[in-house]
């Protein structure tokens, strides 16, 4: 059961002017699903991405990275789900770059301009032929008001389809930024990946891109987790058709430089917490935030030390208030000269621990009020510096185990 | 249940001459338990011991630390389960010596001579009135033969105690090596803890004990994983009594240090190991083995990556052969320049993936067919050094979410 998460209404999805998405059942893995997505986009459109930092990255994300360090113009992505193409070798090299080329010349372009990405069962072959035979149709389908359907056309294990939007005034023009994301684990059991597309019509120079897909995935993608495992195919992509009417964004620090930002991570974020509320199994959404840490990096690390923890995790499946479990992630998170006797631990507004002891004052009733919530702050207070972070993730259960060791069989 | 773990016979643990144990119910947290226990040594002893690295670590260990750094002649360890005195702040401290002082009144000794452990409930107030009232117990209850009872006397949420010993030639004479350990999760839920400690009677200089204690512990505890959790109150303690009648082992090189530290560190690795196998829920034992890493380091990074995934753990809950999972563990690792092409992976004797990719020949019934046992090893090639490891770990099932999740309420 997702925890506070609804499919969108497609009513609420604007199009982006200069993006058209197509989606077909194409039968990669299995028949009657919508399983291949194409977006096209308008020629002037710039593209950035950031991808996975897993070592054993799959083939599309190579060819990602190739194609976008080409500079080519991009004009489509390609999106498969039921293969994930990795640990597929050479061979599963050679079947990504068959794909773009064979929608590169229903398209008239050449097989840079594509991009493409895979999520599904790891260590199989690419069924390129079907992925081929699927591509008139996925055409064919390409409108611009089909960012509903698109969403659900990625999907893999999701329960739920994930798509934000939302419209903002820039110069005098209304901007369009509307995404769509899926993954239900970090990496999902066979069914790989995270994966994330959001399009905006803002005119922005082609060279601010990458900052800004950077910025938004670190504000959001980045700060997700729910079982600590890095997919080999992660993916998030920023496109901009730049075709709204207002004069063209050169500056990151212009004011609408930040009201566009502001939004594009507002929507990245969304997109992200979609992801952890439908986490597999999950059924409480946790936000961790770590105060007073000498920089970022270590807060980050009592973070995620705290989000990967299974004790943490079944401790608020179980609703049971058993904080010391945090204590603990946070004293083997790698800061080396910690000192536990300045830690503070709040759980929302019941102040638990001080100086790194239970105080006296802290009632369970309290804590087990908190826990029985279906969103949850955790605040810890290292009081030793100026930083804070702060992630989201989600509790472990019994339906993380089924999903993932029953998928396959 | 336990995997190919049973529960030790008194008559194979031979008893180490200057050591008794004794054990009592001593109401820590529960009645009718076997909660507090303690080693008493005869004069002329030498202590040494390893402890958690976890920054937030519990009052005992900080205790422990300071005994054996004032070079106290250590004369007895007293341990009680129930309750972990971490994250206790500075009361915590005061408690863990107060245990102290009262056995060190019983034995006439200073409080320094007393090394004490806990292990249970973390952030809860440490009973030091029951310890106090169940010491006289205790010590009336100490003779050499009684390390099966000591071994339940330390159990938490163990399902079985676990002890081994045995006997070595030393300079013409037997020496005896008999230990006992505890833990099922490397934090235990509540019950936090892994605890280890082991007896020789072997005559070796004092000074060589805190080497000989690192490095069994090294070869054993530190290669066990369940779920990445690192107690708060960790302890392996190493005890030679000095009382067998060979010359005394001054020099770590000669031929009967090699002897003395072979049986060390197979019996820690016993020890060690049925840990694993006593794991929460687990039903699988699995071995990793990294090889042809540039160093040991990145080889631990790559076994510790595949033995805390919750995906790899998951699937061999399920008997599945999903071993790409094994491969998007290692490219996370955090082996920053790894050749995903150069990797080899091997389940048992099962070779499935090659230079990266899946072999033509692998044939998912014989992965099947290894992913059934009780007892599994995979094998990853890196292919870009010499070095070498091995970490022990079980699988992740509905069994430790439940006991997890459920064990406080």
């Given at each position: 059961m997702p925890v506070n998460l609804s499919a969108p209404n497609p009513a609420d999805l604007h199009p982006v002017p200069g993006v058209k998405l197509g989606v077909t059942m194409a039968?990669?893995?299995?028949?009657?699903?919508?399983d291949l997505s194409v977006i096209l986009l308008d020629e002037g459109s710039a593209v950035a991405g950031v991808f996975t930092k897993?070592?054993?990255?799959a083939a599309p994300v190579q060819v990602c990275r190739e194609h976008l360090a080409a500079q080519a113009d991009v004009r489509a992505l390609l999106i498969n789900t039921g293969n994930a193409n990795a640990g597929t070798g050479e061979d599963g090299l050679i079947r990504a770059r068959q794909s773009c080329i064979a929608l590169a010349r229903y398209l008239n372009l050449a097989p840079e301009q594509i991009l493409p990405f895979s999520t599904g069962v790891i260590m199989e072959t690419l069924p390129v032929d079907r992925i081929q035979a699927g591509l008139s149709a996925a055409i064919a389908d390409?409108?611009?008001?089909n960012w509903a359907v698109a969403a659900e056309g990625i999907m893999t294990t999701d329960t739920l389809p994930k798509a934000y939007s939302r419209q903002v005034q820039i110069g005098g023009a209304t901007v369009t930024i509307t995404g769509i994301s899926k993954g239900a684990?970090?990496?999902?059991?066979?069914?790989?990946t995270m994966l994330g597309f959001l399009a905006t019509?803002?005119?922005?120079?082609?060279?601010?891109l990458q900052a800004l897909v950077t910025e938004a995935a670190d504000a959001s993608f980045n700060r997700i987790t729910i079982d600590g495992d890095t997919s080999t195919n992660d993916s998030f992509v920023l496109i901009a058709t730049?075709?709204?009417?207002?004069?063209?964004?050169?500056?990151?620090?212009s004011a609408e430089a930040q009201t566009l930002r502001a939004a594009l991570v507002a929507v990245s974020q969304q997109l992200a917490q979609a992801i952890v509320r439908d986490g597999e199994g999950a059924t409480k959404f946790i936000s961790i935030t770590i105060e007073g840490g000498r920089d970022e990096a270590e807060c980050a690390k009592a973070a995620y030390a705290i989000a990967h923890s299974p004790l943490v995790k079944t401790a608020f499946f179980a609703s049971d208030p058993n904080l010391g479990r945090i204590l603990a992630a946070v004293g083997y998170a790698g800061i080396d000269d910690l000192d536990q006797s300045l830690i503070d631990l709040h759980l929302d507004d019941v102040h638990v621990v001080t100086k790194g002891g239970r105080r006296p004052e802290y009632r369970e009733e309290d804590g087990q009020r908190v826990m029985k919530q279906s969103e949850i702050g955790i605040r810890v207070g290292l009081n030793r510096g100026t930083a804070t972070t702060t992630v989201w993730t989600c509790d472990l259960s019994h339906e993380y185990v089924t999903i993932n060791a029953d998928y396959r069989s």
């Open positions: 039968g990669v893995r299995k028949a009657n699903r919508r897993n070592r054993f990255c390409a409108k611009p008001d684990g970090m990496i999902k059991p066979n069914m790989a019509d803002a005119k922005v120079a082609p060279g601010l730049r075709q709204a009417a207002h004069a063209e964004i050169t500056d990151l620090n």
